[in-house]
């Protein structure tokens, strides 16, 4: 286990017009589980190819264990790295592939033997060592992957995307799999992805990254809840928050409010909490996450406002069914239960529970603190 410091890293291509790494700060704790997430493009890869030693940093320290290593070479950071495509050998077979990092260290052979049995049996491919990568499925691959990094006892563990090519059950599988290896062992690990999903069921804390910037480090609650701009917001969940630009209003009684119109009501009032009578005249983005525009009030029914809303759309999941409704003329996702049978152009009564609503700067996009 290691404890690794990213401190301002900066990387920028020679040919490039802009940065790639535009001043990273993390602090990563030993054992824990942090994942870089974002869109194509945002940076997560470069930044797991510098704390690698693949890639050269512009400026900046990689610190592990109190030692900066942004000049050391790959081999002597005691790092080890999972791969999206595997990266095994396909000559050798499962035993060979484990086994070969320890055999360049000169590791004795009794101890090796022991390592494999010992990596193999923890991730149930102990009956597949004298196979080869050819003969072994998907999972059964990224499976080997993950033991040869094991078999090497690291301080630090780097994932870069490894469950991008299964299928989807199997990367629930493989899921499942990495999180209960990191309970057992308590390992470091640095994880990129860009599947949210991933992101939240893995992690101890997220990073999300945009345009080589990093927007949030916080736990998988906070992000989700507390998102420090729209694009974080936008970014986790799925489906992802919604947006209904509006303006603040201080209603007949004093109150802030907002309005919200809909094509089967008239013009109604929806109280804000007090705290945003600051932002009287203000244009603002309401974030609300589908959860809380549903069919079943709050147990704050005093937060919650009952409209009428006619279901544009419907997508069953099975837990819950997902329907689309408009609201100011923009569309608004929310969860229906099961056992609520309604189809397709049915007006139903939801619940908007504004108590669990996130307020946002229209100009700036960076939430409003309430």
Not at 29 to 54: H, Q, R, W, Y
Not at 132 to 161: C, I, T
Not at 293 to 319: I, Q, W
């Amino acid at each position: 286990m290691a404890t690794l410091e990213l401190n301002n890293i900066r990387k920028t291509y020679p040919k490039a017009e802009q940065e790639t790494l535009k001043g990273i700060d993390i602090s990563i704790d030993s054992g824990e589980f942090l994942i870089l997430v974002g869109p194509s493009g945002c940076g997560k890869s470069t930044l797991m190819n510098t704390i690698a030693g693949l890639e050269g940093i512009s400026s900046g320290e990689i610190v592990i264990d109190g030692r900066d290593v942004a000049s050391v070479e790959p081999k002597d950071r005691d790092i080890a790295m999972v791969f999206q495509s595997y990266a095994l050998y396909p000559n050798m077979t499962v035993r060979g592939n484990i086994e070969f990092g320890l055999k360049i260290k000169k590791i004795p052979k009794d101890k090796i033997d022991a390592e494999v049995e010992r990596v193999a049996k923890m991730l149930q491919i102990d009956h597949l060592l004298d196979r080869k990568p050819s003969q072994l499925s998907g999972g059964q691959r990224q499976r080997v992957a993950m033991g040869r990094a094991l078999a090497r006892r690291p301080k630090l563990y780097l994932f870069d995307e490894p469950l991008s090519n299964l299928d989807a059950k199997l990367r629930v599988e493989m899921r499942h799999q990495i999180k209960r290896l990191h309970q057992q062992l308590n390992t470091t690990i640095v994880y990129v992805t860009h599947d949210q999903i991933e992101a939240m069921t893995l992690a101890d804390r997220i990073a999300v990254m945009k345009d080589g910037e990093l927007q949030q480090l916080g736990t998988p609650k906070e992000i989700y809840n507390s998102p420090n701009n729209m694009f974080v917001a936008g970014f986790m969940g799925s489906p992802s928050m919604n947006f209904i630009k509006t303006k603040v209003m201080i209603d007949g009684n004093d109150t802030p409010v907002i309005k919200v119109s809909t094509e089967e009501s008239s013009e109604q009032d929806i109280k804000l909490p007090e705290s945003m009578r600051a932002h009287d005249g203000q244009e603002i983005v309401v974030g609300l996450r589908p959860e809380h525009v549903c069919d079943k009030p709050s147990d704050d029914t005093s937060a919650s406002t009952l409209l009428n809303m006619k279901l544009e759309v419907l997508e069953p999941t099975g837990p819950d069914t997902i329907a689309m409704i408009k609201v100011n003329n923009q569309e608004v996702a929310c969860r229906l239960s099961p056992e609520n049978d309604v189809t397709v152009g049915d007006t139903a009564p939801l619940h908007f529970d504004l108590s669990k609503a996130v307020f946002f700067d229209a100009q700036t996009e960076q939430r409003i603190m309430v």
